[in-house]
């Protein structure tokens, strides 16, 4: 796509102000102004300029009506194809903008009825572009959860578009003048240009995560110019068919032939263009009726049309309640009030301030049904298009199906819009105004109905926190330090650096929110007070604190969740090395089950062509684009537990311990290691790591959506060694510390720690404080095979003495206690391999045999080129696993980075 071609570009410079103008308020603050547009009050101008006959202005002014819907129509198709195969949404965006001011130019300089048609359908194409890219780039930058909000802003500012243009107009057109009503159209093409040349994408944004002040990202430090925005989902090399590589999947597909054979898609199409009908039928008729019922001027006539607009400021409104009831409900109840309120407008029938009053009150209701339904849809649709994604990941390619979704909805729309001056226009001028009422209502009448098949409430809602609360968490998207510091003992995973970010951005981030902030008491206060929000919360309440039951790794799996670190989080000449090794990884487990392989946008082309290049089959690995830095997924990502209460049958669960960097871990030897020449983590990036289990728990619907269980207490995946049958093996020194959970005992931890992994018995060992990152986690000295039957790592003889103590003393422990069914301990050595040859004198080898995974009907193993000791450990494993099959998988890069197998998998257990 040549023409979106220069937005790929990277810019020369970090964009200023990038934290405010990639934000979500920013954001959606720009494309809602964007989507409020002037329509100039024309059937005046159709007789005084364009020599039209008074008589026929109605008809020509439908004529207009229609040429613009028509051309938006056509238009839809081709520009919701075109933004999901360019690289940006920026470039269509603004290419929008240029067939808005020409449309501008035209209308006020002509004085022929061919060229307002002409402009009629510029502006058509323009308002088609906006509407498309503008509701994708929201759609990126917004969370799942609050799209339904999101939207109702958006629908705010495009209904008053629609239903407030004439209201301006005719006060633009009363006190100025014809050419007053373009002068304040070409102003608000201004402030368009503006704001949106200040946006700048959430993934270009991206692009600038890991680099410092003054650096660029390049080919050669990982940028990637073309990637799909958060949530896109694609397999990797089962999408299509199993003959379609992963470079055709980073392709878009044309995916408006699968969209319109979804049943929910083609209802919520109708609803659309049922709702688009009722407001274009008004836009050409009502001026009309007003002015012949009542003898209105033109302001009267635009004016008439205020009650009816001021009903979208509860757009956000009518949003929330989609996001937290479902689409179903919210589009039948705006359909059924609809229906008998459109009727009853044929009893507007007398020239006095009653029937005036009457009339005004009906358009209320009117417009307040119209706005219930329209975010609701929208949610509808994207759904549609996730499930659809879920079911058959990679069925729409790399890129997804985002803007040809919205292309169908606006062609829906816009076909509304053209049929509404065909109802309205020429029903009304044929057969009278309560006829055209009636068939109004008799229609939105039979569109209630199927509205019951749309989706119902999310099994996961909130009533507490609205998409302003979400934005208000939104981390700032500040500069990289400049310095940075690493921990280089067994176990080391880096450490993130204090933040250095830009006070002046940090201010006009603030600034910007304030406002922002007083819109959320509007929608959240009123729910708060309701009395089914009590209720709700107590569900959520007894969820928080319910019983739960981790199970052993050993039981079946839905998938395994694996994850890229991010540039920021590993040293430039060790990155692609650990990369490779975790594409392996993933396709080794992959022959046995699903893999989930999280991936930072700028990152996924690079997964896309390791998978590729080490793939000798077709392993079943989907690559989700996530904020993903660290790679540990087993420290960092969610614990998934099953419900031991018997009060939520058939639901899953998953655990957020809410990762803080393995207890706040502060730099050491600032400014003196070579970690200095590369960018590390900063507040954003932290807050990324702290915030990645929530992101998979909210974003996991397969089979089943997750709800998420905040637990109380602060602790690592790889610390917990269960057996699935009430015991665990756990260090002190991991949990128990005031960096992780100030304030509380090992009593008291324990007691959630039996709560949330139904356990009845907690074998504790002392371990050790800051010998590694981790504090030494047990998962890489002492794991379950079985219950009743455990893998000890013991050290290679030249390892240092504090790791040979800890390693017995860890062994002494085990030998001494039972599990909790009252079974002595059966332990099984393995030694670790020797570490000369291996690695240089000065590195160190996070070299444990016990790291291994368990997947479906296999076991992975870590390989580390110690061919004798490689071969024993497989011979002790395979003994004690003699019914699965036990794989080999090598192991270097990752070792030497601070863990092995176990740290970098998490798996999904079946429900």
């Known amino acids: 796509m040549t023409w979106s071609k220069p937005f790929l570009r990277l810019r020369d410079q970090r964009p200023w102000l990038l934290p405010l103008r990639s934000s979500q308020?920013?954001?959606?603050?720009?494309?809602?102004?964007?989507?409020?547009?002037?329509?100039?009050?024309?059937?005046?101008?159709?007789?005084?300029?364009?020599?039209?006959?008074?008589?026929?202005?109605?008809?020509?002014?439908?004529?207009l009506l229609i040429s613009q819907a028509i051309a938006a129509l056509t238009c839809c198709p081709v520009f919701g194809y075109m933004i999901d195969t360019s690289g940006t949404r920026q470039g269509p965006y603004l290419?929008?903008?240029?067939?808005?001011?020409?449309?501008?130019?035209?209308?006020?300089?002509?004085?022929?009825?061919?060229?307002?048609?002409?402009?009629?359908?510029?502006?058509?194409?323009?308002?088609?572009?906006?509407?498309?890219?503008?509701?994708?780039?929201?759609?990126?930058?917004?969370?799942?959860?609050?799209?339904?909000?999101?939207?109702?802003?958006?629908?705010t500012a495009m209904t008053l578009g629609f239903m407030s243009g004439p209201v301006l107009g005719g006060v633009a057109y009363q006190v100025g003048g014809f050419y007053a009503v373009f002068g304040m159209a070409f102003g608000i093409v201004a402030l368009d240009l503006f704001l949106r040349l200040a946006v700048v994408e959430k993934r270009i944004a991206e692009r600038w995560l890991c680099f410092t002040e003054g650096e660029q990202p390049t080919q050669e430090n990982g940028y990637m110019p073309e990637q799909p925005p958060y949530g896109t989902i694609g397999d990797v090399t089962n999408g299509a068919t199993d003959s379609q590589t992963a470079l055709e999947i980073s392709k878009g597909t044309f995916a408006m032939g699968q969209l319109i054979r979804q049943p929910r898609i083609l209802i919520s199409l109708w609803a659309v263009i049922v709702g688009a009908l009722v407001v274009s039928a008004f836009d050409a008729t009502l001026p009309i009726f007003v002015q012949n019922k009542f003898d209105w001027n033109v302001l009267g006539a635009g004016l008439i049309f205020l009650p009816g607009a001021s009903a979208a400021i509860f757009q956000p409104f009518f949003g929330f309640l989609s996001d937290r009831l479902g689409s179903r409900i919210i589009a039948f109840v705006s359909f059924v009030i609809l229906a008998p309120t459109l009727i009853c407008l044929r009893l507007v029938e007398e020239r006095s301030a009653t029937h005036v009053a009457l009339l005004c009150v009906i358009l209320v209701i009117v417009g307040i049904c119209i706005d219930l339904s329209e975010p609701a849809l929208l949610v509808e649709i994207q759904r549609v298009l996730d499930d659809m994604e879920a079911k058959t990941p990679g069925v729409f390619g790399g890129k997804g199906a985002v803007a040809q979704a919205f292309g169908l909805e606006n062609m829906a729309h816009?076909?509304?819009?053209?049929?509404?001056?065909?109802?309205?226009?020429?029903?009304?001028?044929?057969?009278?105004?309560?006829?055209?009422?009636?068939?109004?209502?008799?229609?939105?009448?039979?569109?209630?109905?199927?509205?019951?098949?749309?989706?119902?409430?999310?099994?996961?809602?909130?009533?507490?926190?609205?998409?302003?609360?979400?934005?208000?968490?939104?981390?700032?998207?500040?500069?990289?330090?400049?310095?940075?510091?690493?921990?280089?003992?067994?176990?080391?995973?880096?450490?993130?650096?204090?933040?250095?970010?830009?006070?002046?951005?940090?201010?006009?981030?603030?600034?910007?929110?304030?406002?922002?902030?007083?819109?959320?008491?509007?929608?959240?206060?009123?729910?708060?007070?309701?009395?089914?929000?009590?209720?709700?919360?107590?569900?959520?309440?007894?969820?928080?604190?319910?019983s739960y039951i981790f199970p052993a790794e050993s039981e079946r799996h839905e998938a395994t969740i694996m994850g890229f670190p991010s540039r920021c989080s590993l040293p430039p000449d060790q990155y692609h090395a650990v990369c490779n090794e975790l594409a392996q990884l993933a396709l080794a487990i992959a022959e046995f089950e699903p893999v989930r392989l999280y991936v930072r946008p700028e990152d996924i082309q690079l997964a896309e062509s390791l998978v590729k290049s080490n793939d000798t089959g077709t392993p079943r690995i989907t690559i989700i684009s996530c904020p993903i830095n660290h790679c540990w997924v087993r420290d960092t990502g969610p614990v998934y537990v099953r419900d031991t209460t018997g009060a939520f049958p058939n639901r899953r669960f998953a655990i957020n311990f809410r990762f803080n960097e393995w207890g706040d871990k502060k730099p050491e030897n600032d400014g003196i290691c070579w970690g200095q020449q590369w960018p590390l983590m900063d507040d954003q990036t932290l807050q990324e790591n702290t915030d990645f289990a929530r992101w998979v728990i909210d974003h996991d619907r397969e089979p089943l959506p997750v709800e998420r269980i905040d637990a109380p207490i602060r602790a690592e995946g790889g610390g917990l060694v269960t057996d699935g049958e009430g015991t665990l093996l756990i260090t002190e020194s991991s949990i128990v510390c005031e960096a992780r959970n100030p304030g509380m005992s090992k009593a008291d931890i324990e007691v959630e720690l039996k709560r949330l992994l139904g356990v009845d018995k907690v074998i504790w060992f002392p371990g050790r404080r800051n010998v590694d990152i981790t504090d030494v986690h047990m998962d890489a000295e002492a794991r379950f095979v079985r219950p009743g039957v455990i893998a000890y790592s013991k050290p290679h003889a030249i390892s240092v003495d504090l790791w040979q103590e800890l390693s017995a003393e860890i062994r002494d422990i085990l030998g001494r206690e039972t599990d909790a069914k009252g079974r002595r301990l059966e332990i099984h050595t393995i030694e670790e391999p020797d570490p000369r040859g291996l690695v240089a004198s000065d590195q160190e080898l996070a070299a444990s045999y016990v790291n291994f995974y368990f997947v479906n009907g296999g076991l992975i193993i870590p390989k580390f080129g110690d061919a004798e000791r490689d071969q024993k450990a497989l011979e002790i494993l395979q003994k004690l696993v003699p019914e699965r099959v036990v794989r080999q998988v090598y192991a270097s890069a990752i070792p030497l980075t601070g863990g092995v197998l176990h740290c970098v998998t998490q798996q999904v257990p079946t429900l």
């Open 414 to 546: 816009f076909g509304g819009l053209a049929l509404g001056p065909l109802v309205g226009g020429f029903v009304e001028f044929r057969y009278g105004w309560k006829v055209m009422t009636l068939g109004l209502g008799v229609l939105s009448a039979l569109t209630a109905v199927p509205m019951l098949w749309l989706s119902g409430r999310p099994e996961k809602v909130s009533w507490t926190e609205s998409a302003d609360e979400e934005m208000e968490r939104e981390p700032l998207l500040v500069m990289r330090p400049k310095a940075a510091t690493l921990s280089t003992s067994k176990g080391s995973k880096f450490q993130p650096p204090k933040n250095d970010a830009d006070p002046e951005e940090i201010t006009n981030m603030k600034l910007f929110g304030r406002f922002r902030n007083s819109l959320s008491n509007l929608y959240t206060g009123t729910w708060a007070r309701l009395p089914f929000h009590h209720a709700k919360g107590s569900t959520e309440s007894n969820l928080q604190r319910g």
């Open 25 to 63: 308020s920013f954001i959606v603050t720009t494309i809602s102004l964007s989507m409020f547009t002037i329509v100039p009050v024309m059937p005046d101008a159709l007789v005084l300029r364009a020599g039209v006959a008074f008589e026929d202005r109605e008809f020509w002014n439908s004529v």
């Open 95 to 155: 290419s929008g903008l240029v067939l808005l001011f020409a449309s501008t130019v035209i209308f006020a300089a002509s004085h022929s009825v061919a060229w307002y048609i002409a402009a009629r359908v510029l502006q058509g194409a323009a308002t088609a572009m906006v509407s498309v890219a503008g509701l994708s780039i929201v759609t990126d930058a917004v969370d799942r959860g609050s799209l339904g909000q999101m939207f109702g802003y958006i629908g």
